[in-house]
Antibody
Framework: QVQLQQSGAELVKPGSSVKISCKAS????????MHWIKQQPGNGLEWIGW????????KYNQKFNGKATLTADKSSSTAYMQLSSLTSEDSAVYFC???????????WGQGVMVTVSS | DIQMTQSPASLSASLEEIVTITCQAS??????LAWYQQKPGKSPQLLIH???SLADGIPSRFSGSRSGTQYSLKISRLQVEDTGIYYC?????????FGGGTKLELK
């Protein structure tokens, strides 16, 4: 069965960077786009960008250009998102989600809470 | 960016009641719309895709419809397990955008 297992919660200092992971299993990792979505406490959902692990192509929401960097490791079927120059506005839960052929997000990771605090 | 205006923001309904949630797109998005349910502390679950198609494993009491640029999610007979926050998502153009969410509670 398809599973997306994300890394654990992070407590990071303002101005630093963090890299979170999303390990895929149960399907061919290189054949499906992987998306990343942000959810701030009590707020809705915001799309960050996607990566196609097959060739590393990426597309970002303009709002997250320079903030988020998406990569993928085919050998371990793991997608990564690095967030840089962190501020309190980056405190949120971050989800990875697979894009199905429909093309909606059919499987989601459990989410990673990132807390930016000194 | 396409704006998705979702209403109501919150809703309280009784068991077995019919519930309808709507999303208004700021421009034509065709049938490129999905509905998700999110429970506290969990990731969103796909309910409906392509405006009207039921996702795998979703009960038939959930249905989606479209009238122009207005999209609706209907729960025909509300059950206890249907509480949560519902979101619409447009995939007509980048960036994909979500509605603001509707919090559904039991009365």
């Amino acid at each position: 069965q398809v599973q997306l297992q994300q890394s654990g919660a992070e407590l990071v200092k303002p101005g630093s960077s963090v890299k979170i992971s999303c390990k895929a299993s149960g399907y061919t990792f290189t054949s499906y786009d992987m998306h990343w979505i942000k959810q701030q406490p009590g707020n809705g959902l915001e799309w960050i960008g996607w990566i196609y692990p097959g060739n590393g192509n990426t597309k970002y929401n303009q709002k997250f250009n320079g903030k988020a960097t998406l990569t993928a490791d085919k050998s371990s079927s793991t997608a990564y998102m690095q967030l840089s120059s962190l501020t309190s506005e980056d405190s949120a839960v971050y989800f990875c989600a697979r894009e199905s052929i429909t093309p909606y997000f059919d499987y989601w990771g459990q989410g990673v809470m990132v807390t930016v605090s000194s | 960016d396409i704006q998705m205006t979702q209403s109501p923001a919150s809703l309280s309904a009784s068991l077995e009641e019919i519930v309808t949630i709507t999303c208004q797109a700021s421009q034509d998005i065709g049938n490129w719309l999905a509905w998700y349910q999110q429970k506290p502390g969990k990731s969103p679950q796909l309910l409906i895709h392509s405006a009207t198609s039921l996702a795998d494993g979703i009960p038939s009491r959930f249905s989606g419809s479209r009238s122009g640029t207005q999209y609706s999610l209907k729960i025909s007979r509300l059950q206890v397990e249907d509480t949560g926050i519902y979101y619409c998502l447009q995939r007509y153009s980048n960036p994909p955008t979500f509605g603001g969410g509707t919090k559904l509670e039991l009365k």
